[in-house]
């Protein structure tokens, strides 16, 4: 059953349904030496498995002039419910990094880490060395659900570990049934020529991409509503009682295409924890399953699907596929989205430290040696890591005996001085990958924000603005992977070296924010910003956020 039952379907579709539960030729595109690339269809495949064909668009127009095919690589996005990672499985990502990949370990707006610049041939090692240290990449990408995130601050709030066990849930229970995972990357033995029953996806898989945030207010450094699902956590009398659960968030937008635009989720309702809140997620999966559009991709993320059904059609539907209805929301506020840098202790006494990591990015370079620095830190064995939706590092559970340790190696490495020396602004910045690996890239994103952020810092000292923790965000294409329609500043890329100027999103996740100006380069946007923030210097009332400024004062509607 399907609202678009007779438009045509899109490509994507007849590729997943005739491969054979994920396996399309995945193997021979694998041996095939002539090529560092694969099989068209077999790269649509292969997001299923967490990963994705790119090439190196710097080098593009350098191997066409040599008639050489482009220089192909591949990415491996990991499967973190959570973002949690031991201290020993660091130090094999660690390894996994150095051995075949650009070195670098990126940490994502979903909690997860990604490995670019993996050539073909050295794909099954990198999957088959992730597989001894108990790590995935099964359904890190692809038409399933994604990465489960969840607030990944450990002291906020003393019911975290029970809300966290929900993303462990969530991520399993959404798990394609296939072995083709095993078989393909593992050297499984092929079980029969059949395909597994898969009740949740079927032979279809969903129509597009499916994304599960878990917050815990009063932060919400999860951007809870940007997800298809997200469930905040109800806490009363220190307990978890369940959950209120909204649908139908996502950023993307297409230049040009009115009929597409970022929609912050609904929410629908209050359903109890346990079976019922996973009933009800899996219930809205299956929703999106049968009624998602899959003609056109741009329009069948779970927020399309709900704008045809509205919210009232939405909810009908859950509560009849659920047998139970929801209850009535319960009362929740978000007052933060930021990560909470420096020492904090959780309510068990263990402390933790969260750590600024620019745009998630854990290398050495010649201001921080810090991929050295955390490689040292594991090898204590002494925490744990994780990795907070804002692209931070979170180095959890260490016990009072053994934070001096750590704080030692802090200091040996400048640790402590980089968390304090970064401006407020830089520490509230996220920035997508963009160039040069990803293929939608419009304009720079990670590799220009840093620059840009240094030539803003001055600014707000104008304008004595250097402690406001106002967010700022730049993607290089509207796909939103920064989240930058959900930022305070949101810069979007239009084309190289030019960027839509977004505000007046609100600084907790709740209001997106409105196009203020059309393709600025540099020097307009800095004069954009300059004016913007010396109004909201001179005008703002006490307390007053950047966003709710613009907004207040009408400067975008
Ligand atoms: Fe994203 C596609 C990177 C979070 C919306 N995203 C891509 C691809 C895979 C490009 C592609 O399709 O070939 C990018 C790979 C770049 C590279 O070279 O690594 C990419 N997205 C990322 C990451 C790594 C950005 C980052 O710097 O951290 C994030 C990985 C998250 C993860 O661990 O799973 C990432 N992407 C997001 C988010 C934010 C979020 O989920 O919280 C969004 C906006 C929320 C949403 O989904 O609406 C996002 N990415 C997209 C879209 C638009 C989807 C749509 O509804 O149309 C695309 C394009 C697509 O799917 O066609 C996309
Ligand atoms: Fe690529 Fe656009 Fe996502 Fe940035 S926002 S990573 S440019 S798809």
């Given at each position: 059953m399907s609202l678009d039952k007779k438009e045509q379907l899109s490509p994507v579709e007849r590729i997943k349904t005739s491969s054979r539960g994920l396996r399309g030729t995945l193997t021979e595109s694998l041996t095939d030496a002539h090529t560092g690339s694969l099989r068209d269809d077999d790269q649509n495949l292969l997001k299923f498995h967490g990963m994705y064909q790119q090439d190196d668009r710097d080098r593009r127009e350098e191997r066409s002039e040599k008639k050489l095919e482009w220089l192909y690589s591949f990415m491996i996005r990991l499967r973190l419910p959570g973002g949690f990672l031991r201290a020993d499985q660091w130090l094999g990502l660690h390894h996994i990094a150095g051995e075949y990949s650009t070195g670098t370990i990126k940490i994502t707006t979903r909690q997860t880490v990604q490995l670019h610049g993996i050539l073909k041939s050295h794909i099954k090692p990198t999957i088959q060395s992730f597989n001894t240290l108990a790590l995935d990449s099964i359904?890190?990408?692809?038409?399933v659900n994604r990465n489960v995130t969840c607030?990944?601050?450990?002291?906020?709030?003393?019911?975290h570990e029970e809300v966290f066990t929900y993303a462990d849930r969530i991520s399993s229970m959404a798990?394609?049934?296939?072995r083709a995972y095993y078989e393909v990357w593992l050297d499984e033995e092929k079980l029969a020529e059949h395909t597994e029953e898969d009740p949740l996806y079927q032979d279809r898989y969903l129509p597009r991409k499916f994304k599960i945030g878990i917050a815990i207010p009063p932060n919400n450094d999860v951007d809870v509503?940007?997800?298809d699902v997200g469930l905040i956590a109800i806490v009363e009398n220190g307990e978890l009682v369940g959950f209120n659960i909204a649908a139908g968030g996502g950023l993307s937008a297409t230049h040009g295409n009115p009929s597409t635009y970022p929609r912050l989720a609904t929410v629908l309702g209050f359903v109890p924890k346990g079976d019922d809140t996973l009933k009800a997620v899996y219930e809205i999966m299956t929703i999106q399953r049968d009624f998602g559009n899959r003609s056109d991709r741009k329009l069948a993320r779970l927020k399309y699907t709900i704008d045809r059904m509205t919210v009232e059609g939405l909810k009908k539907e859950l509560e009849a596929r659920c047998g139970f209805k929801l209850q009535e929301a319960r009362h929740y506020q978000f007052t933060s989205r930021r990560d909470h840098y420096g020492w904090k202790q959780n309510h068990k006494g263990l402390w933790y430290y969260t750590l600024f990591v620019e745009n998630g990015l854990v290398r050495d370079d010649e201001k921080l040696p810090l991929k050295t620095a955390m490689y040292e830190i594991a090898q204590t064995g002494k925490c744990n890591f994780r990795f907070s939706g804002n692209q931070n590092l979170i180095l959890a559970d260490i016990s009072d005996s053994d934070k001096e340790a750590i704080e030692d190696l802090f200091e040996k490495y400048g640790l402590g001085l980089h968390n304090q020396n970064n401006s407020a602004i830089r520490k509230n910045s996220i920035a997508c990958v963009?160039?040069?690996?990803?293929?939608?890239?419009l304009a720079e994103a990670q590799r220009y924000l840093p620059t840009l952020i240094t030539k803003i810092e001055p600014i707000l000292e104008k304008y004595q603005l250097k402690d406001d923790e106002i967010t700022l965000r730049m993607t290089g294409c509207p796909n939103g992977c920064g989240r930058s329609p959900a930022a305070e500043i949101g810069l979007i890329g239009t084309s190289y070296g030019f960027y839509n100027l977004h505000i007046g999103g609100d600084r907790n996740g709740e209001r997106l924010n409105i196009k203020y100006r059309d393709s600025l380069d540099e020097s307009g946007i800095l004069s954009e910003l300059d004016q913007l923030l010396g109004l909201y210097a001179s005008?703002?009332?006490?307390?007053?956020?950047f966003g709710d400024f613009v907004i207040r004062e009408k400067l975008v509607s």
């Open positions: 359904a890190a990408c692809g038409d607030s990944a601050h450990p002291g906020e709030s003393p019911v798990l394609p049934k296939t509503l940007t997800n963009a160039f040069n690996t990803c293929p939608l890239a005008n703002r009332k006490t307390a007053e956020t």
